[in-house]
């Protein structure tokens, strides 16, 4: 911080100051260096390619080259149907999904919080973890093996019991079984990882004092251990609020298929069909575009919520 | 009633609860086990549930002989070990000189990688990137563009930060220089964090499918995932035309299908118990904000 106005002497003493700095700390820099790099080219670099919303974009062209529309892709995207449905879609499934799997591991977590025998609890945690480390193809692969309509189990067994076979692949309804089904499997066990975390820190003398009183296990469960993990609950239900319009592109895409697509076409997935099937890059970058600053939106209006109700935001 | 025997029945109530659910977890990949070993005429028939029925090997052996599945394999293992090298070095990099309060710009490049959490440019830029930088078709497609996962990023900082300090310090005393404390004292102290990161890597890389998708259509360098998604596909075309009455082409059998959907999850399953112990520890850290 060289001032104008400092003496020549003074000004020595700073580049000595200076380069002792240099010295010791150009290695952090020189750490630095690469990762910055990759952050400006690949996370930086496709924000710049972002202007494509603005600009009649081809291949050939290229982004620089290519001529300002200003908000004529916006409107046209506005006027699509399928722009409402995949909308819709996903925040339907967004919101079908909380509701089913937002619970599970609440209970999971105080059911094997309350476990006594070691062994069993580290036995069952080990197995409903094992869900999360699957990929979503592979998911696919069983997903069929079980619920398809001729040879799958679960139609199987409906049917020895005397039932109905249900379309869980092809009718949209029925889907939407398939679909939570999947998210409930996946994410259930793994969640249960910061409600247990969050119950380490009980103070156990709380439960000892609620045995003299002669509490039952119910009891101490809904007085003790439920408020003790109400503050992560909370903070968890408002960060899922403040992802409604964010969802991943492999779940919808790999369980859903032509004959659902009504439900199962949601904004990613649109995305990446009108954009890298259909070529329609222009398009497809201000669905994207839209998505991103309306779930920048979301976040920022969770986090606002966050701080009013746990007086700690999620950010 | 008596408090114990109350007690002893909540025990046995709750446990057949966690059963089922350990079971609700494992059936599919029981089911799918099953399949993966029955004769295709116990399959169509559906006759397998959890135990394989007309009992063979062929699927297995099929899938044993296929190069073009054992060649993916392979690439994805090289793939998934490159990767997650790389993406352990970019991070523990860049990492390590953000925890040092007085380095100047730290707060900048902070905000520089915080806000790439917030706001993507979204996949249409991001192709149209890796395109332009000539990489469709090549293992840096699958590789850069994930390098450094901000969320890990700030997992490893915070780790760094909670380190005792006294250390660091009296190392710095001796006068040794950042790079040599980060690699004697500071990187050993943190091998559990850094087995959870790897494993978040590892398994991000091997069930990465969207960014193959996008990128690779050269058969050579498929990864398994993408090898294996054909296969799914091609199932639900067996599901669509069944619904519409035509006729049955000739497609996968099943019990190959599933004997591919096993030999993709084994090699997971063979790493996962053991950084199990690490990773619930690391998955807190991050629950704790940076």
Same mark, same amino acid.
């Given at each position: +911080?060289?001032?104008?106005?400092?003496?020549?002497?003074?000004?020595?003493?700073?580049?000595?100051?200076?380069?002792?700095?240099?010295?010791?700390?150009?290695?952090?820099?020189?750490? &630095?260096?690469?990762?910055?790099?990759?952050?400006?080219?690949?996370?930086?670099?496709? +924000?710049?390619?972002?202007?494509?919303?603005?600009?009649?974009?081809?291949?050939?062209?290229?982004?620089?080259?290519?001529?300002?529309?200003?908000?004529?892709?916006?409107?046209?995207?506005?006027? $699509?149907?399928?722009?409402?449905?995949?909308?819709?879609?996903?925040? +339907?499934?967004?919101?079908?999904?909380?509701?089913?799997?937002?619970?599970?591991?609440?209970?999971?977590?105080?059911?094997?919080?309350?476990?006594?025998?070691?062994?069993?609890?580290?036995?069952?945690?080990?197995?409903?973890?094992?869900?999360?480390?699957?990929?979503?193809?592979?998911?696919?692969?069983?997903?069929?093996?079980?619920?398809?309509?001729?040879?799958? $189990?679960?139609?199987?067994?409906?049917?020895?019991?005397?039932?109905?076979?249900?379309?869980?692949?092809?009718?949209?309804?029925?889907?939407?079984?398939?679909?939570?089904?999947?998210?409930?499997?996946?994410?259930?066990?793994?969640?249960?990882? &910061?409600?247990?975390?969050?119950?380490?820190?009980?103070?156990?003398?709380?439960?000892?004092?609620?045995?003299?009183?002669?509490?039952?296990?119910?009891?101490?469960?809904?007085?003790?251990?439920?408020?003790?993990?109400?503050?992560?609950?909370?903070?968890?239900?408002?960060?899922?609020?403040?992802? +409604?319009?964010?969802?991943?592109?492999?779940?919808?895409?790999?369980?859903?298929?032509?004959?659902?697509?009504?439900?199962?076409?949601?904004?990613?997935?649109?995305?990446?069909?009108?954009?890298?099937?259909?070529?329609?890059?222009?398009?497809?970058?201000?669905?994207?575009?839209?998505?991103?600053?309306?779930?920048?939106?979301?976040?920022?209006?969770?986090?606002?919520?966050?701080?009013?109700?746990?007086?700690?935001?999620?950010? | 009633?008596?408090?114990?025997?109350?007690?002893?029945?909540?025990?046995?109530?709750?446990?057949?609860?966690?059963?089922?659910?350990?079971?609700?977890?494992?059936?599919?990949?029981?089911?799918?086990?099953?399949?993966?070993?029955?004769?295709?005429?116990?399959?169509?028939?559906?006759?397998?549930?959890?135990?394989?029925?007309?009992?063979?090997?062929?699927?297995?052996?099929?899938?044993?002989?296929?190069?073009?599945?054992?060649?993916?394999?392979?690439?994805?293992?090289?793939?998934?070990?490159?990767?997650?090298?790389?993406?352990?070095?970019?991070?523990?990099?860049?990492?390590?000189?953000?925890?040092?309060?007085?380095?100047?710009?730290?707060?900048?490049?902070?905000?520089?990688?915080?806000?790439?959490?917030?706001?993507?440019?979204?996949?249409?830029?991001?192709?149209?990137?890796?395109?332009?930088?000539?990489?469709?078709?090549?293992?840096?497609?699958?590789?850069?563009?994930?390098?450094?996962?901000?969320?890990?990023?700030?997992?490893?900082?915070?780790?760094?930060?909670?380190?005792?300090?006294?250390?660091?310090?009296?190392?710095?005393?001796?006068?040794?220089?950042?790079?040599?404390?980060?690699?004697?004292?500071?990187?050993?102290?943190?091998?559990?964090?850094?087995?959870?990161?790897?494993?978040?890597?590892?398994?991000?890389?091997?069930?990465?499918?969207?960014?193959?998708?996008?990128?690779?259509?050269?058969?050579?360098?498929?990864?398994?995932?993408?090898?294996?998604?054909?296969?799914?596909?091609?199932?639900?075309?067996?599901?669509?035309?069944?619904?519409?009455?035509?006729?049955?082409?000739?497609?996968?059998?099943?019990?190959?299908?599933?004997?591919?959907?096993?030999?993709?999850?084994?090699?997971?399953?063979?790493?996962?118990?053991?950084?199990?112990?690490?990773?619930?520890?690391?998955?807190?850290?991050?629950?704790?904000?940076?």
């Amino acid at each position: +911080m060289t001032k104008a106005k400092a003496t020549p002497l003074k000004r020595y003493g700073e580049l000595n100051k200076r380069s002792a700095y240099l010295k010791r700390y150009w290695q952090l820099y020189a750490l &630095l260096a690469l990762p910055i790099l990759y952050f400006v080219i690949f996370r930086y670099g496709p +924000m710049y390619g972002v202007q494509i919303a603005f600009k009649d974009f081809n291949l050939f062209t290229g982004i620089n080259d290519s001529e300002w529309i200003g908000l004529e892709a916006f409107r046209e995207v506005f006027a $699509m149907n399928d722009f409402y449905i995949t909308l819709r879609n996903t925040f +339907m499934l967004n919101f079908l999904d909380l509701i089913v799997s937002f619970p599970a591991p609440i209970i999971l977590a105080i059911m094997l919080y309350e476990v006594r025998s070691g062994w069993f609890k580290r036995f069952s945690q080990t197995v409903l973890y094992i869900p999360h480390f699957i990929s979503w193809v592979i998911i696919g692969g069983i997903v069929y093996q079980l619920f398809g309509t001729q040879s799958g $189990m679960i139609n199987g067994v409906l049917q020895g019991l005397g039932f109905e076979a249900v379309p869980f692949l092809t009718e949209k309804n029925s889907w939407l079984i398939t679909y939570l089904f999947t998210g409930v499997w996946q994410s259930a066990g793994w969640g249960t990882i &910061l409600y247990l975390a969050a119950l380490t820190g009980v103070n156990k003398e709380l439960f000892e004092a609620a045995d003299v009183d002669g509490a039952s296990r119910l009891r101490k469960i809904w007085h003790i251990t439920l408020p003790s993990i109400k503050p992560t609950i909370v903070t968890l239900l408002i960060l899922n609020l403040g992802k +409604m319009v964010s969802i991943g592109f492999d779940r919808p895409y790999i369980i859903g298929n032509t004959a659902v697509r009504e439900y199962s076409d949601v904004l990613s997935t649109f995305v990446y069909r009108i954009g890298l099937e259909a070529g329609q890059y222009t398009l497809a970058t201000v669905v994207g575009l839209f998505q991103a600053v309306v779930g920048l939106v979301f976040i920022l209006g969770s986090n606002y919520i966050s701080k009013k109700t746990t007086g700690d935001g999620i950010l | 009633m008596s408090e114990r025997t109350s007690n002893r029945i909540f025990d046995v109530v709750n446990i057949t609860f966690i059963s089922l659910f350990v079971i609700f977890c494992l059936a599919p990949f029981v089911h799918t086990i099953a399949v993966s070993l029955s004769s295709n005429r116990a399959i169509t028939s559906g006759e397998v549930t959890l135990w394989p029925v007309e009992t063979n090997w062929d699927a297995y052996a099929q899938v044993f002989s296929d190069h073009s599945m054992l060649r993916s394999l392979g690439f994805t293992v090289l793939l998934t070990v490159a990767t997650t090298l790389l993406c352990m070095i970019f991070t523990i990099a860049a990492a390590y000189p953000l925890t040092k309060g007085n380095l100047k710009g730290r707060k900048f490049f902070l905000y520089l990688i915080i806000v790439t959490m917030f706001f993507s440019g979204g996949i249409i830029p991001e192709y149209l990137l890796i395109r332009d930088l000539n990489m469709i078709n090549t293992v840096w497609a699958l590789i850069l563009p994930g390098l450094v996962s901000p969320f890990n990023l700030i997992i490893l900082i915070s780790f760094f930060k909670n380190l005792p300090p006294s250390l660091e310090e009296s190392a710095e005393i001796d006068g040794s220089s950042f790079l040599n404390t980060l690699l004697r004292i500071v990187l050993p102290l943190s091998l559990p964090v850094m087995a959870t990161l790897a494993l978040f890597y590892a398994v991000g890389r091997w069930n990465g499918f969207q960014d193959a998708l996008m990128y690779i259509n050269d058969p050579q360098i498929y990864p398994l995932q993408l090898k294996l998604f054909q296969m799914v596909q091609n199932n639900m075309v067996t599901e669509l035309t069944q619904l519409e009455g035509a006729n049955r082409t000739p497609l996968t059998p099943e019990a190959l299908k599933a004997a591919t959907v096993i030999f993709a999850t084994v090699p997971i399953l063979c790493v996962y118990p053991w950084l199990q112990k690490y990773f619930v520890s690391g998955v807190m850290l991050g629950a704790v904000k940076g």
